[in-house]
């Protein structure tokens, strides 16, 4: 049988022993041991509680009374050891940070090669006093095609296989809507490029549905075939390398007259035809050159659309194939690299 004195003086020795284990805890786990050990359901305090109905009825509510001041006393110690223990770890994983450690490098984004030779030629043209101009890719046909002088039916439109939205709305087939809609808002001289996108009903190989263009004319007074081929000579010059060899070739296009395709020495065997094995070069399939754009003098007929007077000025255009030069610059053999996203890929441009 327990006294009102024994059970008193337990109940208050039990704050004293708790007092020494809580010195000793050294961790969060040892402190929830120690509270179980003492305010658990099965710990030391409710073990004296449960001797409390062995007292008379008199002693019991001063009993119970101390009994839970020594409850309120062990959280309070219990709360306080624990922020300790908890401000203590924290601390101590501030102190095991190792500021030699190597950091792990963020993995750092870079333009797509496409994007990258568009700034590139973009850059040099800029330089020779072009502006930069955008138009969008839903064109109308009278933009993309009846301006440019391929007037409905004309066979030239069967040139390009085009992605119709309507009767006479198109996915433009080309950038060559952008000098039609550049000249009929500015009055000569006027010199522009127009880089973007465009679509044609294509895809193999060595053609996707959506591939870049850029666009660039200049029209003035006195404009001549001379200042076309000097612009872009100097252009493939800064773009491939001042050593290539340049050459315009007759061609058709319907809005330019005359029209010429241009030419470099191939990049890949310097225009020799032949590969380092001896064997035939794929790029320029053994002609020692590849065709790199379209141009010519820009055709009365289109001046006549924009209401520029065809006596007075003259001018030239031209148009060529980002992924093209891309491939050329690079030595990329495969199209479809430029859209599959292959960070293998696309982290060698970075
Ligand atoms: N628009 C032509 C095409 O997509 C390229 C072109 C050729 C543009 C000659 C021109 C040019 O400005 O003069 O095939």
């Known amino acids: 049988m327990n006294s009102s004195a024994d059970l008193s003086k337990n109940l208050k020795s039990?704050?004293?022993?708790?007092?020494?284990?809580?010195?000793?805890?050294?961790?969060?786990?040892?402190?929830?041991?120690?509270?179980?050990?003492?305010?658990?359901?099965?710990?030391?305090?409710?073990?004296?509680?449960?001797?409390?109905?062995?007292?008379?009825?008199?002693?019991?509510?001063?009993?119970?009374?101390?009994?839970?001041?020594?409850?309120?006393?062990?959280?309070?110690?219990?709360?306080?050891?624990?922020?300790?223990?908890?401000?203590?770890?924290?601390?101590?994983?501030?102190?095991?940070?190792?500021?030699?450690?190597?950091?792990?490098?963020?993995d750092v984004g870079s333009l797509h090669p496409v994007t990258k030779v568009i700034n590139d030629i973009c850059a040099i043209?800029?330089?020779?006093?072009?502006?930069?101009?955008?138009?969008?890719?839903?064109?109308?046909?009278?933009?993309?095609?009846?301006?440019l002088n391929l007037p409905p039916g004309h066979p030239a439109r069967d040139m390009q296989d085009t992605l119709y939205i309507s009767e006479n709305v198109v996915l433009r087939t080309h950038t060559s809507p952008l000098q039609v809609r550049t000249m009929l808002k500015r009055k000569p001289p006027v010199a522009a490029i127009a880089p973007g996108k465009v679509y044609r009903r294509d895809s193999d190989l060595t053609h996707t549905p959506m591939f870049h263009q850029i666009e660039?004319?200049?029209?003035?007074?006195?404009?001549?075939?001379?200042?076309?081929?000097?612009?872009?000579?100097?252009?493939?010059?800064?773009?491939?390398?001042?050593?290539?060899?340049?050459?315009?070739?007759?061609?058709?296009?319907?809005?330019?007259?005359?029209?010429?395709?241009?030419?470099?020495?191939?990049?890949?065997?310097?225009?020799?035809?032949?590969a380092k094995d001896g064997s035939t070069c794929r790029i320029c399939k053994e002609t020692g050159w590849v065709e790199i754009l379209g141009c010519g003098m820009i055709d009365p007929e289109v001046f006549a659309k924009v209401d520029y007077d065809p006596e007075r000025y003259t001018g030239f255009a031209f148009g060529l194939g980002v992924e093209r030069v891309a491939m050329l610059k690079y030595g990329i053999?495969?199209?479809?690299?430029?859209?599959?996203?292959?960070?293998?890929?696309?982290?060698?441009?970075?």
């Open 216 to 274: 660039g004319f200049l029209v003035d007074t006195d404009v001549n075939m001379a200042d076309l081929r000097g612009t872009l000579t100097a252009f493939a010059h800064e773009i491939f390398d001042p050593g290539v060899k340049v050459r315009f070739r007759p061609s058709f296009f319907p809005f330019t007259e005359p029209s010429a395709e241009v030419d470099i020495s191939c990049v890949m065997c310097n225009g020799s035809g032949k």
């Open 125 to 147: 043209f800029i330089r020779l006093g072009f502006d930069v101009v955008t138009g969008p890719e839903v064109e109308t046909d009278f933009y993309n095609f009846e301006a």
């Open 333 to 350: 053999g495969d199209l479809r690299m430029f859209f599959e996203n292959d960070l293998r890929f696309l982290k060698q441009f970075a």
């Open 14 to 106: 039990l704050i004293q022993n708790f007092k020494i284990v809580l010195d000793q805890a050294s961790s969060l786990q040892e402190l929830e041991d120690a509270r179980v050990d003492f305010l658990g359901r099965k710990g030391r305090l409710a073990s004296i509680m449960s001797c409390l109905p062995e007292l008379s009825k008199d002693d019991r509510p001063a009993l119970g009374r101390l009994a839970n001041e020594v409850k309120d006393a062990l959280n309070d110690l219990y709360s306080e050891k624990t922020r300790f223990l908890e401000e203590q770890k924290q601390q101590l994983s501030m102190a095991s940070f190792d500021p030699t450690f190597p950091g792990r490098a963020p």
